[in-house]
């Protein structure tokens, strides 16, 4: 059994999806030079490869921070500034914290298995794209969405340190919405579904492309 601390920060603030970099760069800019490694994931000009332990979100339309492992430490930085006076593009906003909350989730394989919302997830490239629209069918391109969440899956276990010994298991069980969105300059497809997986999963983390800025974010279905 894996535990692992997960802290949610909830403002009252309510975040439009586009506004999430600018609430990331605000909460950046709030640090004022401190070991900021977490809060924007590079290393100098370049990017830290690996999976994003501070992430910015919309969670019932307001702004929030999830922060996995490492992350729950390092988040106190931003507390003790004190600055909460953000610049939101166009709009100066006064950031009030409604909700901080931590849990340990048990991060494992399970005989039982689990159905999550995944929503704004990004999982094709310009390559892999080419083959899902080359698929004959809905099966058929199913199947390929379920082996990218799985290496998404995998990537986060690897991201927090956890291993596990037996198969992964995953079924999307319905594709709710596919919309288009901004990716490094680039509209990529964007997927909103329900999936069910055999192992535990921490609420609102994210999967997949851009992850730290509220794409591919899990919530355990009537939960």
């Not at 690996?50 to 492992?69: D, F, T, W």
């Not at 490094?184 to 055999?198: E, R």
């Not at 999963?201 to 800025?213: C, E, R, T, V």
Request: charged residues 20%; aromatic residues 12%; contains cysteine.
């Amino acid at each position: 059994m894996s535990r692992l601390q997960v802290l949610t920060i909830k403002f009252e603030n309510e975040l439009q999806h586009n506004e999430l970099q600018s609430f990331r760069g605000a909460v950046i800019n709030s640090l004022e030079g401190k070991n900021d490694l977490l809060f924007h994931n590079h290393i100098g000009d370049n990017f830290r490869y690996a999976y994003p332990l501070i992430q910015y979100k919309r969670i019932n339309k307001r702004a929030s921070i999830v922060c996995v492992a490492e992350g729950t430490q390092e988040i106190g930085q931003f507390f003790s500034t004190g600055n909460f006076n953000f610049k939101l593009g166009e709009r100066s906003v006064e950031m009030v914290v409604d909700q901080i909350f931590a849990k340990n989730y048990n991060v494992q394989l399970w005989q039982d298995e689990f159905q999550y919302y995944l929503r704004n997830w990004l999982p094709l490239n310009g390559d892999n794209y080419k083959q899902f629209r080359n698929f004959q069918s809905d099966l058929e391109r199913d199947n390929f969405l379920q082996k990218i969440l799985i290496g998404n899956i995998l990537s986060f276990l690897k991201g927090v340190g956890i291993t596990v010994e037996s198969q992964i298991l995953c079924r999307i069980d319905k594709i709710l919405h596919v919309g288009r969105q901004q990716y490094k300059g680039v509209k990529l497809m964007s997927f909103d579904l329900i999936f069910t997986t055999n192992i535990s999963l921490p609420d609102f983390i994210g999967l997949g492309k851009s992850a730290s800025l509220g794409n591919g974010m899990v919530c355990m279905v009537n939960n």
